[in-house]
């Protein structure tokens, strides 16, 4: 089935902040055939966005992000986290994709905004809906070149509130950190096992001999 496949009654927008929430009114067409019943839906337009993870090949790691997530601080009400959770979380570097942007632009800008890298080279590795039971942010994952030698502390755009601590780990400690439970958000989880699974290829890419 495919986007004719729906009909659009009604689309409003209650509400318009910083994101915004749009209202539809909807049905669609059956597995079994025929037209299903009218759905209302709120559903959250929150934009599309890019995380980047920097890789230093060279030095063979990894630079991360720390930062307090406010929505990590809401859901820590829900009782269904331990009482040591931190709603600062350790994540990859992303942002959100401004018009007249590509995805590509907001990776090499973000690196140097959040982490103060500058990223040389770039690989593509995938586009994926984030929440698509009730938003339509997309999210494009790149993988950096970088140089890691010198990166770390605290960056952040000060008039937007950032304070993002920057820290670099071995690559090998940075799945650990995935398999581990030490990072627990689902865009950095999908990006670093990404670079797991497709290491080699991104050595490829690059011109980098493989070790051993």
Not at 54 to 62: E, F, I, S
Not at 165 to 173: I, L
Request: a negative charge.
């Amino acid at each position: 089935m495919t986007t004719d496949d729906v009909e659009v009654i009604e689309k409003t927008t209650p509400f318009q902040g910083y994101f915004r929430i749009d209202r539809y009114r909807l049905r669609h067409r059956q597995h079994a055939g025929g037209m299903g019943a009218e759905q209302t839906r709120e559903i959250f337009e929150r934009g599309h966005a890019v995380t980047l993870v920097p890789y230093d090949p060279v030095a063979d790691r990894v630079v991360l992000i720390e930062q307090f997530r406010p929505g990590a601080f809401a859901a820590r009400q829900s009782g269904w986290f331990a009482d040591d959770f931190s709603p600062w979380l350790i994540e990859t570097v992303a942002g959100i994709i401004d018009p007249g942007e590509s995805p590509a632009d907001v990776a090499i800008r973000e690196a140097v905004e959040e982490a103060g890298c500058e990223v040389t080279d770039l690989v593509q590795a995938l586009h994926y809906l984030a929440t698509p039971g009730g938003s339509t942010e997309s999210m494009f994952v790149y993988i950096g070149r970088i140089d890691s030698s010198g990166v770390g502390g605290v960056h952040g755009l000060a008039d937007e509130g950032e304070d993002i601590r920057v820290f670099t780990v071995p690559t090998a400690e940075a799945f650990a950190m995935v398999d581990d439970g030490r990072i627990i958000n689902a865009m950095t989880l999908i990006a670093i096992n990404w670079l797991r699974s497709h290491l080699d290829e991104v050595h490829r890419q690059w011109g980098i001999a493989p070790s051993g």
